[in-house]
């Protein structure tokens, strides 16, 4: 059984648990980054505060990760809270700082019935306590579940994550724990997605066409994929969408046309 938020427009359930078999069928994306942008857009036009829009971005990790789980990719990557978010309004930070608390309050023992991990990216020594104790706390929890990996980028920078990644490397080379150039393998294993490998597919909603100093190097060779829908609209009809459009693409990762790899 699949579950459905609010579209009234979508196909039948069933047809939806069609695509969802022919989709398995092909390869999957193995990992999934998200920009989940529109919140604010979402609540203007239901005049609401912005908040509200944030809440319901929250509700909708719910149903994308759980729908995300059920297709069988390893790890999806959301980025809730950028280092750039800090210029917001005092009100909207502190409402922010405090969705994951709340999110794992309510859905941990879902995450875990559903064998969920919890991970993260980013500055998260420089948040509030409770926030990094509920993230550290869902993380401790669901270390050993093997399901999909939820990674929450919060307070996360691509530029601050690689100035700490490079940094360690001058203190590593400083210490004489460098023997030799530093290559891409081992600056990847300085950056916070370390455990992870990098995106297959990054969607980005709401119509931006950047990358907000989303993982600027994990992203190299990742497929890009930008809709118009608004975050808290983005449902499991829209998820695979992406996916199709994902799988109707060649990958060739930098090698020659016609022998399955691409020039750029
Ligand atoms: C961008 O939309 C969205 C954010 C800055 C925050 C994203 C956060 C969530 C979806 C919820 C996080 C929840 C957890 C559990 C960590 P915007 O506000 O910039 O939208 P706008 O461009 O329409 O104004």
Sequence with gaps: ??????KTNSLSQQSLEDRLHEIKKS?????????MDGNGRWAKNKLLPRIAGHREGMENIRIISRFANKLGLKA?????FSTENWKRSKEEVSYLMKLPEEFLEQFLPELMEL???VISIGEIGLVPDSTQQAIQNAAEVTKNNTGLILNFAFNYGS???????????????KNGLLDGPVTEEIFSSKLFTAELED?????RTSGELRLSNFLLWQLAY???YFT?????EFLEEDFLMAIEDFQRRERRLGGRIGEGEDKH
Excluded: C, G, S
């Design 27 to 35: 390869a999957l994306p193995k990992h999934v980054a998200i920009i």
């Design 159 to 173: 530029r601050a994550e690689m100035l700490i990644a490079m940094n360690q490397l001058v203190e590593d080379a």
């Design 228 to 232: 118009e829908t608004l975050w808290p």
């Design 76 to 80: 999806l990557t959301l980025y809730a």
């Design 1 to 6: 059984m699949l579950w459905f938020k609010k």
């Design 199 to 203: 995106p297959d597919l990054l969607i």
């Design 222 to 224: 990742t497929e890009f």
């Design 115 to 117: 064998n969920m991990r």
